[in-house]
């Protein structure tokens, strides 16, 4: 199949209802958070783990109605060690679905049982700089700080603005509020294409740290961080 330009029309303001949340860096959410309930009182919260909990804390009383595990909504148990949390249809369906797309309707509708329409992605990475700064810091423990999830979902929104805005720093939020409150609760395409902008650049410049600090080393010395099982299965 080839790769194919969008389908159907684009919206230009989108109001924010379904918004994924899922951050290292949980910095400013208390003001953010309760400012998107504000702009839109319908707006829901999809989220995991650390971020899950921290946003129960902050929406308190009113958690239930607006605040939903991803593992609840997609019907599937995170992996063990958290590898795969956001990493399923339901997200990335919701997440890069052309909203004019009868196709791409339906098959939220029928083939994801429902599934809906990600309005706003809020991602922070894994600080994988810091992690590797630190003294002592193995290859392991840098490898298993390499940040899958987030990267995905904020290149499938930067890629799909045209549907859905990403947030990938706290930076941005106090600006991303006001321009939803002057939007009637909606972001515009063209806040979603600046936004866009500044993930790739975010996502590349995450890429080029992984990619520096492999470069620096050697499979015979990565080796030694290892415990080898010698059977061939």
């Known amino acids: 199949m080839t790769i194919r330009d969008l389908k ?14 899922s951050v290292y860096d949980k910095t400013g959410l208390d003001a953010f958070i309760p400012g998107l309930l504000e702009a839109n009182p319908e707006v829901r919260f999809f989220s995991t783990g650390g971020t899950h909990k921290r946003l129960n804390e902050i929406l308190g009383f ?9 593992s609840d909504y997609t ?15 339901k997200i990335h369906a ?13 098959y939220l509708r029928d083939d994801l049982e429902d599934a809906v329409y990600i309005d706003m992605v809020v991602v922070s990475l ?42 990938c720093t706290p930076e941005d939020y106090q ?7 002057d939007n009637e609760g909606c972001t515009t395409f063209d806040e979603r294409f600046d936004l866009a902008k500044k993930a790739f650049e975010t996502t590349g410049l995450y890429e080029a740290e992984i990619s520096m600090y492999f470069s620096q080393h050697f499979a015979e010395n990565v080796r030694e961080d290892y415990e080898f099982n010698e059977v061939v299965e």
Do not use: W
């Open 8 to 21: 159907g029309k684009v919206q230009d303001k989108i109001p924010v209802k379904n918004v994924i949340v």
């Open 62 to 70: 009113r958690a239930p109605e607006h605040l939903a595990e991803v």
């Open 75 to 89: 019907g599937f148990p995170e992996m063990e060690g958290g590898l795969v949390k956001t990493l399923h249809p």
């Open 94 to 106: 919701g997440i890069l679905g052309e909203r004019y797309n009868p196709d791409h309707q339906r």
């Open 126 to 167: 894994y600080p994988f700089e810091q992690v590797i700064s630190a003294p002592g810091c193995g290859f392991e423990k840098a490898r298993g700080n390499i940040d899958i999830g987030g990267p995905t979902m904020i290149r499938g929104a930067a890629k799909n603005f045209p549907s859905c805005a990403v947030v």
């Open 175 to 181: 600006n991303v509020l006001a321009h939803i409150n």
